[in-house]
């Protein structure tokens, strides 16, 4: 569990402090437990007797936390031949792999297909066609744009007018294509969107899906994608997962009874390590701007955008807590921001904070999807260590990446 007790944020049993202290700042910390009990929840609240969940580990590919998943039975969404590979390399079952690209080229669909063996879930026509020709007689999985969209900024929308997936329309040709290069349809697809939190999208994008699953005899599964919101702030509504779950599998149900039994999938990504993770920085500078009577106060950290560019991208919002000083009065009203040469750097607008100085260590909390993994080495920066807290151990799962990292691949 990631708490306060007291003046102290605990990950598990340890202090925040003290992690940072032993890793050095800034620094990834997961809880390994917070991962279990999500993946369990969703899989409890989804009472479908024959479900995958898929965990979609464009959002968190630390080796730790898909170990941990892993050994609970998921399977995995690949949106990349590098993750696919990955998975295989830590034993997801080649099965339980599910390769969900966009603008895939033939040579990645020969790595995966070929050289892994894994399902190919193809994102347009030309695509398909294109394997086809590569692997005709096999079996292949589509993804369809059922020509709406949900998520949390409109850069997470995926279904409607969006570069993914195959439009209901062109569904006769895909049989064409399918018939012409003697390819199984085995699964199919959609992904609307994602950091959902309401429950009516997930079930309208089902019930579509299933109405086009009932075309194609050879289906063995039906995946409904991911998308899972999770509240970041206490102005934030959390989903209903249970009342999501509940009805879903009496959707999925229903189709069986009447066209026979399909495998659901879903793919959750920040819904099992969003809330798993923070990210721990050091106030390195305080300064206050007074420009024409506006006023503002600067909390500069040693983390920026290059670490976490959800709020900089999506202007999300992360809560942020003084990881020595959490139950401390927030009188204080500044923005959290980073090292980085943009004025876009910012961690947390307008955050409530206590009095901090320079040494002080913060918390940004729920930082666990599409954190590590969306960070980069702007600004010639390396990326932060990411630590792994689970059944009692706390371990360094990824060091921290050094000059010598950053120049590893140029050519003097
Ligand atoms: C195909 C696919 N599946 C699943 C996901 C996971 O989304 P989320 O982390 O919101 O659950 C994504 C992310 O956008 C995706 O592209």
Redesign the pocket.
């Known amino acids: 569990m990631i708490e306060v007790v007291g003046s102290h944020l605990y990950v598990g049993s340890v202090r925040a402090d003290r992690i940072a202290e032993a890793y050095g700042t800034p620094v990834y910390v997961y809880d390994g437990e917070v991962v279990e009990e999500n993946y369990l929840r969703l899989r409890r609240a989804i009472g479908y007797r024959d479900l995958e969940i ?1 965990y ?1 580990c ?2 968190n590919s630390n080796v730790g936390v898909l170990r941990i998943l892993r050994d609970l039975g998921s399977g995995l ?1 690949a ?1 990349s031949p590098w993750e696919a590979l990955l998975g295989v390399e830590l034993g997801f079952p080649r099965e339980r792999i599910l390769f ?1 690209g966009t603008s895939v080229s033939d040579e990645e669909m020969r790595f995966v297909r070929g050289e892994l063996g894994v399902l190919v879930n193809v994102d347009s026509l030309s695509q398909l066609r294109r394997y086809g020709r590569l692997f005709p007689e096999t079996e292949v999985s589509v ?1 369809v744009n059922l020509g709406f969209g949900a ?1 949390h900024h409109r850069y ?1 929308v ?1 279904g409607g007018l969006s570069k ?1 997936g195959v439009p209901p329309g062109q569904l006769g040709a895909v049989g064409d294509a399918l018939r012409e290069h003697g390819l199984r349809l085995v699964g199919l ?1 959609t ?1 609307i ?4 939190l309401d429950a009516e999208p997930f079930l309208e994008a089902a019930r579509r899906l299933l109405e086009l699953a009932s075309r194609f005899p050879d289906l063995e599964f039906v995946d409904v ?5 999770i509240p970041y702030g206490p102005s934030e509504r959390p989903l209903d997962v249970e009342l999501l779950g509940g009805e879903l599998a009496k959707l999925v149900e229903d189709f069986a009874s009447r066209y026979g039994h399909v495998r659901l999938r879903v ?6 390590v ?1 809330s798993a993770g923070v990210l721990l920085t050091r106030v390195v500078d305080v300064k206050e701007v007074e420009v024409g009577g506006a006023r503002k106060v600067f909390v500069g950290v040693d983390s920026g955008m290059n670490h976490l560019i959800r709020p900089a991208l999506y202007g999300a919002r992360h809560e942020v807590v003084a990881a020595t000083k959490a139950d401390w009065p927030r009188v204080l009203r500044a923005d959290v921001v980073g090292n980085i040469c943009e004025s876009g750097d910012v961690l947390a607008a307008d955050a409530e904070l206590p009095e901090v100085e320079e040494g002080d260590v913060l918390a940004i909390m729920n930082a666990g ?2 954190g590590y993994s969306m960070s980069s080495n702007y600004n010639l920066r390396p990326r932060p260590p990411e630590v792994l807290v689970y059944r009692g151990e706390t371990r360094l799962t990824r060091r921290r990446e050094t000059f010598g990292d950053l120049m590893r691949t140029v050519e003097l």
């Open positions: 898929m979609a464009k959002a969404d949106v969900t993804r998520g997470a995926t993914f697809h992904h969107g994602s950091g959902i994608g991911g998308g899972f919101g793919e959750p990504g920040r819904f099992i969003g999807a599409y």
